[in-house]
């Protein structure tokens, strides 16, 4: 007689998340940062990563909650280099959206040490719904410290991470405790250390499907895949695949045809998040449409624009000239109008002197040069014509004494006109505002 026992399953923490049955948005330097992250979401991502922080990054931080936006803001302070008449401006090493992101998002810690991984770790654990240790990243910057990819030659140190992670902070908050690895030369060597790492109490591993000297534009490697989830289901541990998944629909695909738990989606995800939507709920969307809201989401979130910048690049096709312009933009102002995206340019002030790079913007002035030409224009169009001006109608005060253009202050009616009909005493309702620059 068989046994009809389920398969063993490691519970998951109160606090936690299961990665089971999820397509999720790869952890991402610069571009899984927090607007990244929000517009993965609302395309329908099941969980984000953010981007490895590296522990020491994170070490001596202060919490804050943004007021303006409600966000969770990890931030330090810089020196001014001793130079009191210098500004210092709060450096943001990670935000969190407490609302749109509750439960739903993984912190991935760079680390090669024990301790400072447990210590940076404690210091966002309240705010995450997992903590995920990047054991596959092949860049020097990583390697060389011995963190990422390093650690897949160092089993007994990425061991010892992982069970200090599960027992210093995972336990006491509650939260799941995971690692992404990639897959090493021989299939016998990838087994070796999966087998080692579901042991240390992890809840899940990612497995990105390329060695480590792999270029990220090489064919993802799927012939270990069904290996690597077996090791992890045996010990009750969630198989998330990771390389080449391009959509939902193929993640949910390769997830029954490996018999992997969860699908993660990285470069697919940066150029266009909608991806994670299947066809039904209006799948990959146009650049401009996914660009807006990514705009918006930005601007919500007050994220650095030279940030914005760089995953707009990403996101604008090159052969598109939107892609210079957005290039040639230097601030979130210049970055709106350039789209015309004229709805965000209110926010899109405001956030610009929140950030202190309202002074940066090179349109703005050439904008409204052009505006007040226009407006020039226009009366002088409508007064040869003899009828109304095309755009606001004109102050009676001004019109009537057919006087100079006004900027210093708005023209206010002494008193309410009779009724008129032509150009110069055309009436202004009471509560009509002009812009001052506008009001000839
Ligand atoms: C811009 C960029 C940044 C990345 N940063 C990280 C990172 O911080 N941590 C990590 O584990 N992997 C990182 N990766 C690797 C991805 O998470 C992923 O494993 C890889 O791109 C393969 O997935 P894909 O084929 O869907 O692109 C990064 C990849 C890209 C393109």
Same mark, same amino acid.
């Given at each position: 007689?068989?046994?009809?026992?389920?398969?063993?399953?490691v519970?998951?923490?109160a606090?936690?998340?299961?990665?089971?049955g999820?397509?999720?948005?790869?952890?991402?330097?610069?571009?899984?940062e927090?607007? +990244?992250?929000?517009?993965?979401?609302?395309?329908?991502?099941?969980?984000?990563w953010?981007?490895?922080? &590296?522990?020491?990054?994170?070490?001596?931080?202060?919490?804050?909650?943004?007021?303006?936006?409600g966000t969770?803001?990890?931030?330090?302070?810089?020196?001014?280099?001793?130079?009191?008449?210098?500004?210092?401006?709060?450096s943001?090493?990670?935000?969190?959206?407490?609302?749109?992101?509750?439960?739903?998002?993984?912190?991935?810690?760079?680390?090669? +040490?024990?301790?400072?991984?447990?210590?940076?770790?404690?210091?966002?654990?309240?705010?995450?719904?997992?903590?995920?240790?990047?054991?596959?990243?092949?860049?020097?910057?990583?390697t060389?410290?011995?963190?990422?990819?390093?650690?897949?030659?160092?089993?007994?140190k990425?061991?010892?991470?992982?069970?200090?992670?599960?027992?210093?902070?995972?336990?006491?908050?509650?939260?799941?405790?995971?690692?992404?690895?990639?897959?090493?030369?021989?299939?016998?060597?990838?087994?070796?250390l999966?087998?080692?790492?579901?042991?240390?109490?992890?809840?899940?591993?990612?497995? !990105?499907?390329?060695?480590?000297?792999?270029?990220?534009?090489?064919?993802?490697?799927?012939?270990?895949?069904?290996?690597?989830?077996?090791v992890? !289901?045996?010990?009750?541990?969630?198989?998330?695949?990771?390389?080449?998944?391009?959509?939902?629909?193929?993640?949910?695909?390769?997830?029954?045809? #490996?018999?992997?738990?969860?699908?993660? &989606?990285?470069?697919?995800?940066?150029?266009?998040?909608?991806? #994670?939507?299947?066809?039904?709920?209006?799948?990959?969307?146009p650049?401009?449409?996914?660009?807006?809201?990514?705009?918006?989401?930005?601007?919500? +979130?007050?994220?650095?624009?030279?940030?914005?910048?760089?995953?707009?690049?990403?996101?604008?096709?090159g052969?598109?000239?939107e #892609?210079?312009?957005?290039?040639?933009?230097?601030?979130?102002?210049?970055?709106? !109008?350039?789209?015309?995206?004229?709805?965000?340019?209110?926010?899109?002030?405001?956030?610009d002197?929140?950030?202190?790079?309202?002074?940066?913007?090179?349109?703005?002035?050439?904008?409204?040069?052009?505006?007040?030409?226009?407006?020039?224009?226009?009366?002088?169009?409508?007064?040869?014509?003899?009828?109304?001006?095309r755009?606001?109608?004109?102050?009676?005060?001004?019109?009537?004494?057919?006087?100079?253009?006004?900027?210093?202050? &708005?023209?206010k009616?002494t008193?309410?006109?009779?009724?008129?009909?032509?150009?110069?005493?055309?009436?202004?309702?009471?509560?009509?505002?002009?812009?001052?620059?506008?009001?000839?």
């Open positions: 007689m068989t046994s009809l026992t389920a398969p063993p399953r519970p998951i923490p606090n936690g998340v299961d990665y089971r999820k397509l999720v948005l790869a952890p991402m330097v610069r571009s899984g927090l607007p +990244s992250r929000l517009l993965a979401l609302r395309y329908g991502a099941d969980l984000v953010g981007p490895e922080t &590296i522990d020491r990054a994170m070490i001596g931080t202060t919490r804050r909650v943004n007021p303006r936006n969770i803001e990890f931030f330090r302070r810089p020196s001014n280099g001793g130079r009191p008449d210098r500004p210092i401006y709060d943001v090493i990670y935000r969190i959206d407490p609302v749109r992101e509750k439960g739903k998002l993984i912190y991935q810690i760079g680390t090669a +040490s024990p301790e400072l991984a447990v210590e940076a770790a404690k210091i966002v654990a309240g705010d995450v719904a997992g903590i995920d240790v990047n054991s596959g990243c092949p860049k020097p910057f990583s060389s410290g011995g963190m990422g990819a390093a650690l897949l030659r160092t089993p007994d990425l061991c010892a991470i992982l069970e200090a992670l599960v027992r210093e902070v995972g336990t006491p908050f509650q939260i799941g405790i995971s690692v992404k690895i990639r897959i090493l030369a021989q299939p016998e060597e990838t087994e070796q999966v087998t080692r790492l579901v042991k240390t109490g992890i809840t899940g591993l990612t497995v !990105h499907c390329r060695t480590t000297p792999m270029r990220p534009r090489e064919k993802a490697i799927r012939d270990q895949l069904r290996m690597v989830a077996n992890c !289901h045996e010990a009750g541990v969630a198989c998330v695949m990771n390389g080449d998944v391009t959509s939902r629909e193929e993640g949910l695909a390769l997830m029954e045809e #490996f018999g992997v738990d969860g699908a993660m &989606i990285a470069t697919a995800a940066e150029t266009n998040p909608s991806c #994670f939507q299947t066809a039904v709920e209006g799948g990959l969307l650049w401009r449409d996914v660009v807006h809201e990514y705009v918006r989401f930005c601007l919500e +979130s007050e994220n650095r624009f030279g940030n914005t910048k760089y995953l707009l690049n990403m996101m604008i096709p052969k598109n000239k #892609f210079k312009m957005a290039k040639n933009a230097r601030s979130y102002w210049d970055c709106c !109008h350039l789209l015309q995206f004229e709805d965000l340019l209110p926010l899109a002030e405001q956030v002197q929140t950030l202190n790079i309202a002074d940066r913007s090179v349109y703005k002035e050439e904008a409204r040069n052009k505006a007040v030409q226009n407006a020039l224009e226009n009366n002088e169009t409508a007064r040869a014509a003899g009828g109304a001006p755009s606001k109608p004109t102050s009676p005060v001004v019109a009537a004494a057919g006087g100079p253009i006004r900027t210093n202050s &708005i023209p009616p008193a309410k006109p009779e009724t008129t009909t032509t150009v110069e005493t055309a009436p202004v309702p009471e509560q009509t505002t002009q812009q001052p620059e506008l009001a000839a």
